[in-house]
């Protein structure tokens, strides 16, 4: 009786298992229980013999199975909604539906000058005094630290700085910030300048300039977002803190990049032109701000919406992007592969440079394409980001809709791939 009770229970597990891999089983294994839509759109689900029964929100979404081997389903508000049916009109199948507001924007793709002001002085270095060492680094202040106050006086550029220290008391009281941390340092700092000033021994920078590429404007909002990726000051590696300005930038010129050497745009811009914009949010996704004045090759009856990340998929795309004067033009690019992430991360998608006169003329993605917007499907996807040394055809691109996300809250990172950093402004001795 035993071995004919583990007889039965091995035959019925072997049923199981070959259940399992039936075409049906695989089927409902592959149907999602959950889809994610923006307001207005229309999805279709595969799902082979499925019949419609309800819609538990009909103002959010309705679902129709006018194909046999799909389910079609159309938002029209933003909500949730549980969509039920049958699958070969026998198996109950429920599939969750959340709408979420449609966002639209303008595609960007012009190349903009970009100048960020940090927060305060960062010190970028230590020099050696007549005496062979640094005031500064004996008092343990450090590559990396942004000074804000001297004797409790705020200050915010290196000229403040400058200023400052022709007043200050021995020994000179200076208040940095080392990431989060506020820290309060006494240099003892000899009056050896020929302007009777006190000497730290340090090189300080206060700002940060570049080229790179606008992303998109929202004219409703009055933000733009730009880059793609976060602004670090070249000799700290750390992020500037700060704001700036976003100006018109002309292309004159391409480095072609090749494999183990990143190329670059050659571009010049002028901080007196009209500001374009004010930045506001240096961030891991990009630059954000408010626009003052959008470029005149903007379109603002042009809004084109912005992908929800579960709508990117692999396949052809168009990336826009200046090559020569402040022409923005469309080239065709490759999605080679996408992340699934439910909230926002770099590193997005995979992107592969497919167009032949881009190819010709760049190498494929280089310096101050960085921002440059993907179109996929009539819809913003992403922004290019980062290119890879190996290869400098593919590179990373970033989620539109991470981007549009940071933006929002502006109503006033591996050896695989190259990180373009800013030109920095001249470093200065104090």
């Known amino acids: ?66 194909s046999s081997s799909a389910l079609t389903v159309t938002s029209t508000s933003p909500g949730n909604a549980d969509i039920s049916t049958r699958i070969f009109g026998l198996i109950p199948w429920k599939t969750h539906v959340h709408v979420t507001p449609s966002t639209k924007v303008v595609v960007g793709g012009q ?43 705020v200050i915010h550029s290196a000229a403040d700085l400058q200023r400052a220290l022709e007043n200050a008391k021995e020994p000179v009281h200076v208040t940095v910030e080392r990431g989060s941390v506020r820290r309060e340092l006494d240099v003892s700092a000899p009056n050896q300048s020929p302007g009777n000033r006190h000497q730290l021994g340090l090189y300080v920078r206060d700002r940060t300039v570049g080229v790179g590429t606008l992303t998109f404007y929202d004219p409703p909002r009055h933000t733009f977002g730009a880059l793609g990726h976060i602004i670090t000051d070249t000799d700290t590696g750390q992020a500037v803190v700060g704001s700036g300005g976003l100006y018109s930038a002309m292309i004159t010129g391409l480095k072609p990049g ?9 571009g010049t811009f002028s901080t007196s032109s009209d500001q374009l914009g004010r930045i506001g ?56 592969n996408v992340a699934r992430q439910s909230a926002p991360a770099t590193k997005s998608m995979i992107v592969k440079v497919t167009d032949p006169r881009l190819l010709a003329e760049t190498g494929g993605i280089i310096q101050g394409m960085s921002g ?52 920095n402004h001249s470093k200065q001795a104090v």
């Open 1 to 66: 009786m035993a071995g004919r009770l583990r007889s039965l229970r091995l035959i019925g597990l072997l049923a199981i298992t070959a259940t399992c891999f039936t075409p049906v089983a695989q089927k409902l294994a592959s149907t999602p229980t959950e889809v994610n839509m923006a307001a207005g759109d229309t999805v279709s689900i595969p799902m082979a013999g499925a019949r419609v029964s309800s819609s538990s929100n009909q103002q959010v979404a309705t679902a129709s199975s006018e």
């Open 111 to 153: 190349a903009v000058g970009i100048r960020l002001q940090s927060k305060g002085p960062i010190v970028v270095g230590f020099r050696q005094l007549a005496d062979g060492s640094s005031p500064s680094a004996k008092a343990h202040i450090q590559v990396g630290d942004m000074i804000i106050a001297i004797d409790r006086h």
């Open 258 to 266: 090749r494999i183990g050497s990143p190329g670059e745009k050659r």
């Open 281 to 336: 949010r240096n961030t891991p996704y990009g630059v954000f701000g408010t626009m003052i004045k959008p470029p005149s090759s903007c379109d603002v009856n042009q809004l084109v919406q912005v992908a929800l990340p579960e709508q990117v998929h692999e396949g052809p795309a168009k990336m826009f992007t200046v090559v020569h004067g402040q022409k923005v033009e469309a080239f065709n690019v490759q999605i080679d």
């Open 372 to 423: 440059s917007p993907l179109v996929q499907d009539g819809k913003l996807v992403g922004a290019v980001t980062h290119v890879f040394v190996s290869d400098p055809t593919r590179g990373y691109a970033v989620y539109a809709m991470w981007m549009v996300h940071q933006a929002k809250f502006d109503t006033d990172l591996q050896p695989t791939f190259h990180y373009y950093p800013f030109l």
